[in-house]
Protein backbone atom coordinates (compact mmCIF):
# COMPACT_ATOMS: atom_id res chain seq x y z
CA UNK A 1 0.00 0.00 0.00
CA UNK A 2 3.09 2.44 0.91
CA UNK A 3 4.54 1.40 -2.27
CA UNK A 4 1.23 2.28 -4.25
CA UNK A 5 1.11 6.22 -2.62
CA UNK A 6 4.77 6.32 -3.21
CA UNK A 7 3.76 5.94 -6.91
CA UNK A 8 1.17 8.22 -7.14
CA UNK A 9 3.03 11.33 -5.44
CA UNK A 10 6.04 10.55 -7.13
CA UNK A 11 3.72 10.33 -10.58
CA UNK A 12 1.77 13.75 -9.12
CA UNK A 13 5.56 15.55 -9.12
CA UNK A 14 6.31 13.88 -12.06
CA UNK A 15 3.68 15.28 -13.95
CA UNK A 16 4.06 18.93 -12.32
CA UNK A 17 7.84 18.55 -13.24
CA UNK A 18 6.88 17.76 -16.83
CA UNK A 19 3.98 20.39 -17.20
CA UNK A 20 7.21 22.80 -16.13
CA UNK A 21 9.76 21.55 -18.93
CA UNK A 22 7.19 22.48 -21.73
CA UNK A 23 6.49 25.55 -19.89
CA UNK A 24 9.83 26.20 -19.86
CA UNK A 25 10.83 25.79 -23.72
CA UNK A 26 7.96 27.64 -24.38
CA UNK A 27 6.18 24.67 -25.97
CA UNK A 28 2.93 25.37 -24.78
CA UNK A 29 -0.25 25.93 -26.90
CA UNK A 30 -3.19 28.28 -26.13
CA UNK A 31 -5.95 25.88 -24.60
CA UNK A 32 -9.48 25.78 -24.77
CA UNK A 33 -11.54 23.90 -22.23
CA UNK A 34 -14.28 22.66 -23.64
CA UNK A 35 -16.55 19.53 -24.48
CA UNK A 36 -15.67 19.88 -27.90
CA UNK A 37 -11.86 20.15 -27.78
CA UNK A 38 -10.93 17.15 -25.86
CA UNK A 39 -8.60 15.93 -28.97
CA UNK A 40 -6.63 19.17 -29.15
CA UNK A 41 -6.29 19.27 -25.19
CA UNK A 42 -4.96 15.54 -25.39
CA UNK A 43 -2.51 16.25 -28.33
CA UNK A 44 -1.30 19.41 -26.42
CA UNK A 45 2.17 19.62 -25.46
CA UNK A 46 1.51 20.13 -22.29
CA UNK A 47 -0.65 17.25 -21.69
CA UNK A 48 2.04 14.90 -23.02
CA UNK A 49 4.55 16.49 -21.50
CA UNK A 50 2.55 16.30 -18.09
CA UNK A 51 1.71 12.39 -19.29
CA UNK A 52 5.63 11.94 -19.89
CA UNK A 53 6.40 13.35 -16.52
CA UNK A 54 4.38 11.48 -14.62
CA UNK A 55 5.04 7.76 -16.13
CA UNK A 56 8.50 9.15 -15.21
CA UNK A 57 8.10 9.77 -11.98
CA UNK A 58 5.67 6.82 -11.26
CA UNK A 59 8.77 4.41 -12.55
CA UNK A 60 12.30 5.99 -13.34
CA UNK A 61 12.21 8.27 -10.23
CA UNK A 62 10.27 5.71 -7.68
CA UNK A 63 12.91 2.94 -9.55
CA UNK A 64 15.99 5.62 -8.27
CA UNK A 65 14.43 6.54 -4.71
CA UNK A 66 14.21 2.97 -4.15
CA UNK A 67 18.20 1.79 -5.24
CA UNK A 68 18.97 5.03 -3.34
CA UNK A 69 16.95 4.00 -0.15
CA UNK A 70 18.40 0.68 -0.59
CA UNK A 71 21.76 2.21 -0.67
CA UNK A 72 21.61 4.39 2.24
CA UNK A 73 20.20 1.41 4.58
CA UNK A 74 23.01 -0.95 3.45
CA UNK A 75 25.47 2.11 4.01
CA UNK A 76 24.28 2.66 7.18
CA UNK A 77 24.48 -0.76 8.06
CA UNK A 78 28.25 -1.01 7.08
CA UNK A 79 29.10 2.36 8.69
CA UNK A 80 28.28 0.92 12.08
CA UNK A 81 30.94 -1.83 11.51
CA UNK A 82 33.60 0.43 10.86
CA UNK A 83 35.81 1.72 13.49
CA UNK A 84 37.37 4.85 14.18
CA UNK A 85 40.47 2.66 14.06
CA UNK A 86 39.61 1.52 10.51
CA UNK A 87 38.73 4.93 9.30
CA UNK A 88 41.94 6.54 10.14
CA UNK A 89 44.40 3.72 8.69
CA UNK A 90 42.01 4.39 5.77
CA UNK A 91 43.18 7.90 5.91
CA UNK A 92 46.43 7.22 6.91
CA UNK A 93 46.94 5.26 3.38
CA UNK A 94 45.31 8.23 1.49
CA UNK A 95 47.82 10.28 3.05
CA UNK A 96 50.87 8.41 2.30
CA UNK A 97 49.91 7.46 -1.08
CA UNK A 98 49.05 11.38 -1.57
CA UNK A 99 53.27 11.97 -0.30
CA UNK A 100 54.24 9.34 -2.33
CA UNK A 101 52.49 10.62 -5.23
CA UNK A 102 53.49 14.04 -5.01
CA UNK A 103 57.02 12.63 -4.62
CA UNK A 104 56.77 10.71 -7.64
CA UNK A 105 55.99 14.13 -10.20
CA UNK A 106 58.46 16.48 -7.82
CA UNK A 107 60.95 14.03 -8.57
CA UNK A 108 60.99 12.91 -12.46
CA UNK A 109 59.28 17.26 -13.14
CA UNK A 110 56.26 15.63 -14.67
CA UNK A 111 53.94 18.83 -14.21
CA UNK A 112 57.13 20.44 -16.65
CA UNK A 113 55.64 18.03 -19.50
CA UNK A 114 54.45 19.91 -22.89
CA UNK A 115 50.46 19.70 -22.76
CA UNK A 116 49.74 16.92 -20.81
CA UNK A 117 51.83 17.59 -17.58
CA UNK A 118 49.15 18.33 -15.30
CA UNK A 119 47.34 15.72 -16.55
CA UNK A 120 49.75 12.88 -16.05
CA UNK A 121 51.05 14.42 -12.44
CA UNK A 122 47.04 14.21 -11.45
CA UNK A 123 46.75 10.53 -12.62
CA UNK A 124 50.08 9.47 -10.84
CA UNK A 125 48.73 11.11 -7.53
CA UNK A 126 45.15 9.32 -7.67
CA UNK A 127 47.02 6.10 -8.79
CA UNK A 128 49.46 6.56 -5.38
CA UNK A 129 46.40 6.79 -3.50
CA UNK A 130 44.14 4.21 -4.75
CA UNK A 131 47.83 1.79 -3.78
CA UNK A 132 48.12 3.25 -0.17
CA UNK A 133 44.41 3.13 0.46
CA UNK A 134 44.68 -0.22 -0.76
CA UNK A 135 47.46 -1.81 0.65
CA UNK A 136 46.49 0.02 4.36
CA UNK A 137 42.83 -1.38 4.28
CA UNK A 138 44.29 -5.03 3.43
CA UNK A 139 46.91 -4.55 5.64
CA UNK A 140 44.71 -2.81 8.62
CA UNK A 141 44.61 -6.15 10.98
CA UNK A 142 48.70 -5.62 11.38
CA UNK A 143 48.55 -1.85 11.60
CA UNK A 144 46.01 -1.99 14.72
CA UNK A 145 47.82 -4.43 16.27
CA UNK A 146 50.55 -2.62 15.82
CA UNK A 147 48.83 0.51 17.14
CA UNK A 148 47.51 -0.82 19.78
CA UNK A 149 50.92 -2.71 20.67
CA UNK A 150 52.57 0.93 20.64
CA UNK A 151 49.62 2.53 22.82
CA UNK A 152 49.53 -0.42 25.73
CA UNK A 153 53.10 0.16 25.72
CA UNK A 154 53.54 3.99 26.10
CA UNK A 155 50.85 4.33 28.34
CA UNK A 156 52.42 1.98 30.97
CA UNK A 157 50.17 -0.41 31.66
CA UNK A 158 52.76 -2.97 31.15
CA UNK A 159 56.12 -2.92 32.28
CA UNK A 160 57.67 -6.03 30.29
CA UNK A 161 55.99 -7.64 28.46
CA UNK A 162 58.11 -10.70 29.56
CA UNK A 163 56.26 -13.76 31.82
CA UNK A 164 53.18 -11.42 31.81
CA UNK A 165 50.22 -13.55 32.37
CA UNK A 166 46.42 -12.74 32.15
CA UNK A 167 43.98 -13.75 34.28
CA UNK A 168 40.62 -14.58 32.88
CA UNK A 169 37.03 -14.21 34.68
CA UNK A 170 37.09 -17.80 35.95
CA UNK A 171 40.42 -18.51 37.42
CA UNK A 172 40.13 -15.09 39.66
CA UNK A 173 36.92 -16.53 40.99
CA UNK A 174 38.57 -19.81 41.46
CA UNK A 175 40.84 -18.31 43.56
CA UNK A 176 43.51 -21.46 43.51
CA UNK A 177 45.78 -18.73 41.46
CA UNK A 178 46.05 -17.07 44.69
CA UNK A 179 48.04 -19.87 47.06
CA UNK A 180 50.02 -20.51 43.39
CA UNK A 181 51.12 -17.01 43.51
CA UNK A 182 51.71 -16.85 46.92
CA UNK A 183 54.15 -20.13 47.16
CA UNK A 184 56.29 -18.43 44.74
CA UNK A 185 55.99 -20.80 41.43
CA UNK A 186 54.39 -17.64 39.04
CA UNK A 187 57.09 -15.41 37.28
CA UNK A 188 56.22 -11.91 35.96
CA UNK A 189 53.27 -9.48 36.12
CA UNK A 190 49.51 -10.68 36.70
CA UNK A 191 47.78 -8.65 34.25
CA UNK A 192 44.38 -7.82 34.76
CA UNK A 193 42.01 -6.26 31.93
CA UNK A 194 39.40 -3.63 32.33
CA UNK A 195 36.94 -5.95 30.48
CA UNK A 196 37.70 -8.71 33.14
CA UNK A 197 37.11 -6.49 35.95
CA UNK A 198 33.54 -5.52 34.31
CA UNK A 199 32.41 -9.10 34.04
CA UNK A 200 33.68 -9.79 37.24
CA UNK A 201 31.47 -6.14 38.79
CA UNK A 202 28.31 -7.75 36.85
CA UNK A 203 28.53 -11.45 38.29
CA UNK A 204 28.59 -9.33 41.58
CA UNK A 205 26.01 -7.48 40.58
CA UNK A 206 23.37 -10.14 39.40
CA UNK A 207 19.85 -11.26 41.10
CA UNK A 208 21.30 -14.99 41.39
CA UNK A 209 22.71 -15.77 44.91
CA UNK A 210 24.72 -18.24 43.91
CA UNK A 211 26.62 -15.80 40.72
CA UNK A 212 26.19 -13.08 43.05
CA UNK A 213 28.31 -14.86 45.77
CA UNK A 214 31.09 -15.93 43.09
CA UNK A 215 31.31 -12.55 42.11
CA UNK A 216 32.52 -11.22 45.13
CA UNK A 217 34.53 -13.93 46.10
CA UNK A 218 36.32 -13.16 42.69
CA UNK A 219 36.58 -9.50 43.71
CA UNK A 220 38.24 -10.62 47.00
CA UNK A 221 40.45 -12.72 45.75
CA UNK A 222 41.51 -9.48 43.46
CA UNK A 223 41.89 -7.32 46.24
CA UNK A 224 44.34 -9.60 48.30
CA UNK A 225 46.39 -10.29 44.72
CA UNK A 226 47.23 -6.38 45.01
CA UNK A 227 47.52 -6.29 48.32
CA UNK A 228 49.85 -8.97 48.26
CA UNK A 229 53.87 -7.51 48.26
CA UNK A 230 55.04 -10.69 46.69
CA UNK A 231 52.56 -10.06 43.24
CA UNK A 232 53.16 -7.75 40.88
CA UNK A 233 49.09 -6.82 39.56
CA UNK A 234 48.81 -4.73 36.60
CA UNK A 235 45.08 -2.92 35.45
CA UNK A 236 45.14 -2.74 32.05
CA UNK A 237 42.39 -0.36 30.29
CA UNK A 238 42.75 -1.69 26.65
CA UNK A 239 39.82 -2.49 25.78
CA UNK A 240 38.59 -4.01 21.73
CA UNK A 241 34.86 -2.94 21.52
CA UNK A 242 34.92 -3.92 17.92
CA UNK A 243 35.14 -7.94 19.83
CA UNK A 244 31.55 -8.76 21.56
CA UNK A 245 33.04 -11.84 23.45
CA UNK A 246 35.65 -11.38 26.32
CA UNK A 247 37.34 -14.65 25.62
CA UNK A 248 38.25 -13.53 22.18
CA UNK A 249 39.13 -9.73 23.64
CA UNK A 250 41.32 -12.38 26.37
CA UNK A 251 43.04 -13.85 23.49
CA UNK A 252 43.43 -10.51 21.47
CA UNK A 253 45.16 -8.92 24.18
CA UNK A 254 47.87 -11.60 24.61
CA UNK A 255 48.63 -12.06 21.55
CA UNK A 256 49.24 -8.15 21.00
CA UNK A 257 51.40 -8.45 24.29
CA UNK A 258 53.15 -11.71 23.91
CA UNK A 259 51.67 -12.91 27.27
CA UNK A 260 49.93 -15.99 28.13
CA UNK A 261 46.39 -16.74 29.75
CA UNK A 262 45.84 -18.62 33.09
CA UNK A 263 42.55 -19.90 33.18
CA UNK A 264 41.01 -23.03 34.22
CA UNK A 265 38.26 -22.24 31.37
CA UNK A 266 38.44 -26.02 28.91
CA UNK A 267 36.67 -23.33 25.76
CA UNK A 268 38.71 -21.04 26.34
CA UNK A 269 42.03 -23.11 26.48
CA UNK A 270 41.15 -24.75 23.29
CA UNK A 271 40.01 -21.32 21.41
CA UNK A 272 43.63 -19.69 22.88
CA UNK A 273 45.89 -22.75 21.47
CA UNK A 274 43.85 -22.76 18.04
CA UNK A 275 45.27 -19.00 18.00
CA UNK A 276 48.81 -20.24 19.31
CA UNK A 277 48.12 -18.06 22.73
CA UNK A 278 49.98 -20.33 25.61
CA UNK A 279 47.49 -21.49 28.38
CA UNK A 280 48.12 -22.11 31.48
CA UNK A 281 45.74 -24.30 32.94
CA UNK A 282 44.95 -24.58 36.89
CA UNK A 283 43.30 -28.04 36.55
CA UNK A 284 45.99 -29.22 34.10
CA UNK A 285 48.30 -28.23 37.11
CA UNK A 286 46.61 -29.80 39.91
CA UNK A 287 46.97 -33.02 38.49
CA UNK A 288 50.20 -32.78 37.71
CA UNK A 289 51.62 -32.17 41.64
CA UNK A 290 49.19 -34.74 42.50
CA UNK A 291 51.41 -37.71 44.55
CA UNK A 292 52.15 -40.57 42.47
CA UNK A 293 50.77 -44.02 43.71
CA UNK A 294 52.17 -46.83 42.13
CA UNK A 295 50.24 -50.19 41.84
CA UNK A 296 51.26 -52.17 45.42
CA UNK A 297 51.54 -49.25 47.45
CA UNK A 298 49.15 -49.21 50.83
CA UNK A 299 47.28 -46.38 51.60
CA UNK A 300 44.57 -45.39 54.03
CA UNK A 301 40.91 -44.35 52.51
CA UNK A 302 37.72 -43.68 53.92
CA UNK A 303 35.08 -45.55 52.32
CA UNK A 304 31.91 -42.95 52.18
CA UNK A 305 29.15 -44.22 49.28
CA UNK A 306 28.85 -47.49 47.35
CA UNK A 307 29.96 -47.57 43.66
CA UNK A 308 28.85 -47.86 40.26
CA UNK A 309 29.46 -51.51 40.02
CA UNK A 310 28.47 -54.47 42.59
CA UNK A 311 30.52 -54.68 45.98
CA UNK A 312 32.36 -51.99 45.20
CA UNK A 313 32.98 -48.82 47.70
CA UNK A 314 34.24 -45.08 46.99
CA UNK A 315 36.55 -42.71 48.77
CA UNK A 316 38.56 -39.85 48.11
CA UNK A 317 42.16 -38.81 48.61
CA UNK A 318 43.07 -35.01 50.15
CA UNK A 319 43.54 -33.82 46.89
CA UNK A 320 39.94 -34.63 45.37
CA UNK A 321 41.04 -38.04 43.71
CA UNK A 322 38.77 -40.99 43.47
CA UNK A 323 39.42 -44.44 45.06
CA UNK A 324 37.46 -47.34 43.91
CA UNK A 325 37.62 -49.80 46.58
CA UNK A 326 36.58 -53.27 45.27
CA UNK A 327 34.53 -55.38 47.77
CA UNK A 328 34.44 -52.21 49.73
CA UNK A 329 30.67 -51.82 49.99
CA UNK A 330 30.98 -53.68 53.47
CA UNK A 331 33.63 -50.81 54.88
CA UNK A 332 31.21 -47.99 53.72
CA UNK A 333 31.66 -45.33 57.08
CA UNK A 334 34.74 -47.01 58.06
CA UNK A 335 38.39 -45.82 57.44
CA UNK A 336 40.48 -48.72 55.93
CA UNK A 337 43.96 -49.71 55.05
CA UNK A 338 43.99 -50.52 51.03
CA UNK A 339 46.20 -51.58 48.54
CA UNK A 340 46.18 -50.05 44.83
CA UNK A 341 45.45 -52.31 41.90
CA UNK A 342 45.72 -50.15 38.95
CA UNK A 343 45.36 -46.78 38.19
CA UNK A 344 43.26 -44.90 34.97
CA UNK A 345 43.85 -41.37 33.85
CA UNK A 346 40.64 -39.80 32.27
CA UNK A 347 40.53 -36.19 30.77
CA UNK A 348 38.58 -35.46 34.28
CA UNK A 349 41.76 -36.72 36.19
CA UNK A 350 43.17 -39.83 38.13
CA UNK A 351 41.23 -42.48 39.49
CA UNK A 352 42.54 -45.53 41.65
CA UNK A 353 41.23 -48.81 41.82
CA UNK A 354 42.49 -50.69 45.26
CA UNK A 355 41.05 -53.59 47.00
CA UNK A 356 41.01 -53.83 51.36
CA UNK A 357 44.43 -55.16 52.91
CA UNK A 358 42.57 -57.22 54.48
CA UNK A 359 41.12 -58.57 51.55
CA UNK A 360 44.50 -59.08 50.02
CA UNK A 361 46.55 -60.49 53.00
CA UNK A 362 43.67 -63.25 52.88
CA UNK A 363 43.91 -64.14 48.88
CA UNK A 364 48.06 -63.94 49.74
CA UNK A 365 47.39 -66.88 52.67
CA UNK A 366 45.01 -68.89 50.04
CA UNK A 367 47.71 -69.08 47.69
CA UNK A 368 50.40 -69.76 50.12
CA UNK A 369 47.94 -72.82 51.18
CA UNK A 370 47.59 -74.02 47.44
CA UNK A 371 50.69 -74.03 47.00
CA UNK A 372 51.90 -76.33 49.88
CA UNK A 373 49.20 -78.64 49.39
CA UNK A 374 50.16 -78.50 45.74
Not at 30 to 43: E, I, M, V
Not at 82 to 108: D, H, M, Q, R
Not at 338 to 355: D, K, N, W
Amino acid sequence: MLKRIMRILLGVFGAIIGYQIIDVLNLNHNLNFSLNNWDALLASPQFLGSLGGAAAGSFILYYILEKFLKFTIDFEYKLKEITWEKILIALLGVFTGLVFGTLVNFSFSVRSIPRVGLPVSIFVNVVCIYFGFTLAINKQDELIDFISNNKISSMGDVDSIVNNKILDTSVIIDGRILDICQSGFVEGALVIPEFVLEELRHIADSSDVLKRNRGRRGLDILKKLQNSSDIEVQIVNQDFEEIPEVDSKLVKMAQLIDARVITNDFNLNKVAELQGVKVLNINELANAVKPVVLPGEEMEVKVIKEGKEEGQGVGYLDDGTMIVVDKGINYIGDTINVVVTSILQTAAGRMIFAEPEELRKQKERQNTEQAVQG
